[in-house]
Nanobody, 126 residues
Framework: VQLQASGGGLVQAGGSLRLSCVAS????????MAWFRQAPGKEREFVAGFRSSGGSTHYADSVKGRFTISRDNSKNTVDLQMNSLKPEDTAVYYC????????????????????WGQGTEVTVSS
């Protein structure tokens, strides 16, 4: 699976951005998809995830209520709608895919994901 992320940019605090990730392959619906982010000097962290085959969505507490993950299996895409952005959301955002349906407790783990996109940079100014 190859992942291509896009949609990053510069936005003022309180603004919105929509990230999109397109995946190659014919079995997209069987993958658990997620977004991670990495701020300068920090570890890469889980942001949001969408389990495969009609599974559930999950969010980091820091983005809950502001970010929404969605997927379109017919287009092999997973999007991240980011609203009410804060300066602390500034990071490089990565799309990730895991084979199969991850158990919920594993969704937060970088090691659970087999495939990664190249990252798209989001900068939120105060």
């Amino acid at each position: 699976v190859q992942l291509q992320a896009s949609g990053g940019g510069l936005v003022q605090a309180g603004g919105s951005l929509r990230l999109s990730c397109v995946a190659s392959g014919r079995t997209f619906s069987t993958y658990t998809m997620a977004w991670f982010r990495q701020a300068p000097g920090k570890e890469r962290e889980f942001v949001a995830g969408f389990r495969s085959s009609g599974g559930s969505t999950h969010y980091a507490d820091s983005v809950k209520g502001r970010f929404t993950i969605s997927r379109d299996n017919s287009k092999n895409t997973v999007d991240l709608q980011m609203n009410s952005l804060k300066p602390e959301d500034t990071a490089v955002y990565y799309c990730a895919a895991a084979s199969g349906r991850l158990i919920i407790s594993a969704m937060w783990l970088r090691s659970a994901y087999n495939y990664w996109g190249q990252g798209t940079e989001v900068t939120v100014s105060s």
